[in-house]
């Protein structure tokens, strides 16, 4: 075989290093087994070389044993699959002529297609069959079909041909074209390429459960067949059908009859009066199969459905049926979430015993967007029969039940708080916000100030309160979502340039955090963190499209994979790290001479040896977020797979997933660091909230208890630009419109595109400085939303009493005075408040308080006119002459020369008194 030349020319086709080896590799079995690969194909040919590689889904699904003499680890229809294209690969190049063109020339022979072409393959087509075309040309499961227009006498039954296989023949067709299988043609896509070409040349494409067949236009058409059956009306449909004698297809609704004839509701939907009933493509049954529905016989029993390439089966079909007959019900009803269990799904279908195939389609991503799934959750054991899968639907505003609210944990939802508190500045207000968040979040308030602090601190390390501060630059973006340069690229490197990434604002992500939060009970499934230890994992590199099957593998699989060398760790011995030193240094591949510090060697040590069964993993995405959270439920084993890097596995039980992924300040005090896996301090861990993402799964229903509530402290709210910042949310903070309320809205946020609403257990507390901006110049849509509690200067209070006794000044009186006359010259709402006075001990600091801020607020009030601001004080009087007052001075200006006495105003320059204060004649004026 030649190597070399291969590997030069696999590069030349677009081959990335390290496929390049894995066909080498892969090649090399199969000499073990054939001898050398040139006298091989010689000697066999390809096709009949290829042949003893032949492994379909069906022989996967009835576990055939592996047709060729190469052990398989790992996937066996995979690795054959790998094995045939690397065979494919060898031979294209020792046939030159025949190596596999890119896309680029893949669209320059499409132009060349005509319609004469694609008919010479449907007339290939017609003479082989489907099954046969598919399985020479190498397709299978076509998603979409093309009709043939020059069909005579077949109106009312067009023949389908499968679009993708028509045309990449087609272009063999061609002179000089060459022979692509599915894998080649477009590099394994091409669906939309094809369409166009086949809309372009006057052929029509359809779906293959047929373009027309939602479950809306079903059940529309059984509605039309009970009103016919009552009124006579669509008579003209119905009727000429006859009597059904063989399929039936049963609604997912309700309804008096549950289950209608295949032909006349496929007629009601096409407008046509004859069609065959059977599997054939287009026929009615086949139509209402691939579109997710039950047929069933006039026992109402399950029927057969046949070994046919253009029916739906497998994970297609399980989606399907579960989408029509499970989730869209659920959404009907108005439900927001909905269970099904995986014994419901095997007797909806009569599958006896697929309970694997059935539970990998009910918990997978491809399911997941299907339905339009905001969270599923699965429980153990799984897969089972016992499995069950909980979603999480996500709100789609377009229906009317769209806009009812999900209710987490079962438990009524509570009367959400929109409370500003507000008042002249040193009032206490956002004093007042420690204890009133306490009060909000259920807890005691104490009546020792340390003690409240106590508490609060510990809320706010278990990121169930927030506090923010508004002022004029704050922004939207900042508050609810916005785009933010990012040049974090991945785990395990850093990247030049940068991309924009939708960040979450602080509002999203409290809204997020509360969402769905609930108290965790003591049951005995609950999970803590006590006597575990916790470990930061790295899944691949964060952002390399390249890597992104790495983690759902992990996911769906339930493990946590590794890179680093290809080596059987699994030996007792290695539990000592020197161990995996010698072996790395035996048989490592990485450049460079091996020690205990390096990752082939240490990072293997501690995912083989420090992390026990019990401990839990954190998965990172990037160094700022997380994504997934498990606990570790087995040894060390090793998994070796034909071009996988990540052979090391741990089984893992995944408590939490979230492919968006969250701040990692939401579970741990630090961002997280470059190395693929390391113990995470548990001084830095926020073990509260850290459980409770270890205990949101499904199987913990029963250790929850009510909501949990969070709380939104906005400091200074009316000095940021209210309508700008809030935008949309203005509406959806209602407590009536909040998630599980009964008005309950959501929008869709214009950065991220997510549906989002604000749930009921979010608590927003703002203050407001009405010195700083008055009451009735807010947006009046905010008024309305929120309720305000004023808070006024308090005199009276014991503090200001101490404080005045260790001053030996009478500060409640003097307090007192001040504001009446403030509130005389200006307003109630520019008094000085309490806090100023409150933590005095001595006189000198009072005349501190005095000089350094009571003084500098008056004169702002009052726009320097220091008339207003002695008068305050006690200071003004009516005399015209020079003044020595308690806190102020003011002597007369002389007039310029020049300037007539008799016409000059008297003018005076004020000034603070030096040294200390005289408060008597405050109290007595």
Same mark, same amino acid.
């Given at each position: ?127 082989? #069959? ?82 027309? %067949? ?331 499209? *390249?890597?992104?099957?790495? %983690? ?173 910042? %809030? ?28 549906? %989002? ?77 309490? *806090? ?61 020369? #020049? ?27």
């Amino acid at each position: 075989m030649k190597f070399d030349a291969f590997r030069v020319w696999l590069s030349k086709q677009g081959h990335q290093t390290s496929s390049i080896e894995t066909r080498v590799s892969s090649l090399r079995r199969v000499e073990q087994s054939f001898g050398d690969m040139d006298e091989a194909l010689d000697a066999e040919g390809r096709e009949r070389l290829l042949a003893q590689f032949a492994y379909n889904s069906d022989d996967e699904r009835h576990n055939a044993p592996n047709p060729s003499p190469i052990p398989i680890d790992g996937n066996l229809r995979e690795g054959l699959a790998s094995l045939r294209q690397a065979i494919s690969l060898y031979d294209d190049f020792r046939n030159g002529d025949r190596a596999k063109p890119n896309s680029l020339n893949h669209s320059a022979w499409l132009t060349k297609v005509t319609r004469a072409e694609i008919l010479a393959v449907m007339d290939d087509i017609d003479r082989e #069959g489907d099954k046969e075309f598919l399985q020479r040309t190498g397709f299978s499961k076509p998603q979409q079909w093309t009709t043939r227009p020059d069909t005579d006498g077949e109106e009312n039954q067009p023949r389908l041909y499968p679009c993708k296989a028509t045309v990449a023949a087609a272009i063999t067709k061609l002179k000089g074209g060459p022979t692509l299988n599915a894998s080649q043609y477009f590099g394994g896509y091409g669906e939309a390429e094809s369409r166009q070409k086949l809309t372009e040349l006057g052929f029509e494409v359809v779906n293959s459960s047929g373009r027309e %067949f939602t479950r809306d236009a079903i059940e529309a058409a059984m509605q039309a067949f009970d009103e016919s059956q009552k009124t006579g009306a669509y008579s003209e449909i119905f009727e000429a059908f006859g009597t059904p004698s063989s399929y039936w297809t049963c609604s997912t609704l309700d309804r008096q009859h549950g289950r209608f004839p295949t032909k006349p509701i496929v007629g009601f939907i096409t407008n046509r009066t004859k069609l065959n009933g059977g599997w054939n493509p287009g026929s009615a049954a086949a139509l209402l199969h691939n579109a997710g529905y039950l047929i069933v016989d006039a026992s109402n029993s399950l029927c057969d459905v046949p070994d046919h390439r253009h029916l739906a089966r497998g994970a297609d079909r399980i989606r399907s049926v579960a989408k029509n007959y499970f989730i869209e019900p659920a959404r009907d009803r108005g439900q927001i979430e909905i269970t099904i269990r995986a014994r419901e799904i095997a007797e909806t279908l009569g599958l006896s015993d697929d309970f694997p195939n059935i539970c990998q389609a009910l918990g997978g991503k491809k399911f997941k967007t299907m339905i339009d799934a905001v969270d599923i959750r699965a429980t153990e054991p799984n897969p089972s029969s016992t499995t069950t899968f909980t979603y999480q639907l996500s709100l789609q505003s377009d229906e009317p039940h769209a806009r009812r609210p999900f209710a987490s944990g079962g438990t009524d939802p509570m009367t959400p708080t929109n409370l500003i508190l507000h008042g002249p500045p040193g009032t206490g207000k956002t004093y007042q916000t420690a204890s009133e968040a306490l009060r909000l979040c259920g807890e005691d308030v104490p009546d020792n100030r340390d003690e409240i602090m106590a508490a609060y601190n510990r809320l706010r390390a278990e990121n169930r309160i927030e506090f923010v501060t508004f002022h004029q630059s704050t922004s939207y973006e900042d508050f609810v979502e916005g785009r933010q340069p990012t040049t974090e690229g991945s785990d395990e490197g850093s990247r030049t340039g940068f991309r924009l990434e939708t960040v979450p604002g602080i509002f999203r992500r409290i809204s997020r955090r509360a969402a769905g939060a609930t108290a965790l009970l003591s049951g005995e499934r609950a999970i803590t963190l006590e006597g575990r230890q916790a470990f930061k994992m790295s899944i691949g590199r964060a952002g390399d499209p *390249a890597d992104e099957h790495l %983690f759902t593998t992990a996911i769906e699989e339930g493990c946590m994979l590794i890179g680093w060398e290809n080596i059987d760790f699994g030996d007792d011995k290695f539990s000592d790290p020197y161990e995996i030193l010698e072996a790395c240094r035996e048989r490592g591949t990485r450049e460079g001479e091996p020690n205990l510090q390096s990752g082939q060697v240490n990072q293997v040590h501690i995912f083989r040896n420090q992390v026990q069964v019990g401990d839990i993993i954190v998965v990172s995405k990037g160094n700022s977020r997380f994504r997934a959270i498990g606990e570790v439920t087995g040894e060390y084993e090793y998994a070796p797979a034909d071009g996988v890097r990540y052979s090391h596995r741990r089984a893992v039980n995944w408590l939490w997933v979230d492919e968006d992924g969250l701040p990692v300040s939401e579970i741990n005090d630090k961002t997280f660091s470059m190395s693929s896996i390391y113990k995470l301090s548990a001084d830095r861990l926020k073990v509260s909230a850290l459980e409770r993402f270890m205990n949101s799964g499904e199987e913990h229903e029963d250790d929850r208890g009510a909501s949990l509530p969070f709380v939104l402290i906005i400091d200074e709210i009316n000095r940021a630009n209210i309508s700008k910042v %809030f935008g949309e949310l203005i509406t959806l903070i209602e407590p009536d419109k909040r998630l599980g309320m009964p008005n309950a809205l959501t929008v869709r946020l214009p950065y991220s595109g997510e549906e %989002f609403g604000v749930p009921a257990n979010l608590h927003i507390l703002g203050t407001m400085n009405t010195a700083d901006r008055s009451i009735a110049l807010l947006d009046t849509a905010l008024r309305r939303r929120f309720e305000f509690r004023e808070m006024l200067p308090q005199p009276q209070i014991r503090a200001m009493r101490d404080a005045g006794d260790r001053c030996g000044l009478d500060l409640p009186e003097i307090l007192t005075v001040l504001n009446e006359r403030i509130e005389y010259l200006y307003d109630r709402e520019h008094q000085i408040g309490h *806090a100023y006075f409150v933590n005095c001990t001595t006189r000198e600091e009072v005349d501190a308080v005095m000089r350094y801020k009571v003084v500098p607020l008056l004169a702002e009030y009052f726009f320097e006119d220091w008339s207003k601001v002695a008068a305050v004080l006690g200071d003004d009087t009516s005399d015209e002459g020079p003044l020595r007052g308690g806190f102020m001075n003011r002597d007369v200006l002389r007039a310029p020369p #020049g300037m007539t006495d008799g016409d000059d105003m008297l003018r005076f320059r004020w000034s603070l008194r030096e040294g200390a204060f005289a408060y008597d004649g405050l109290i007595a004026g």
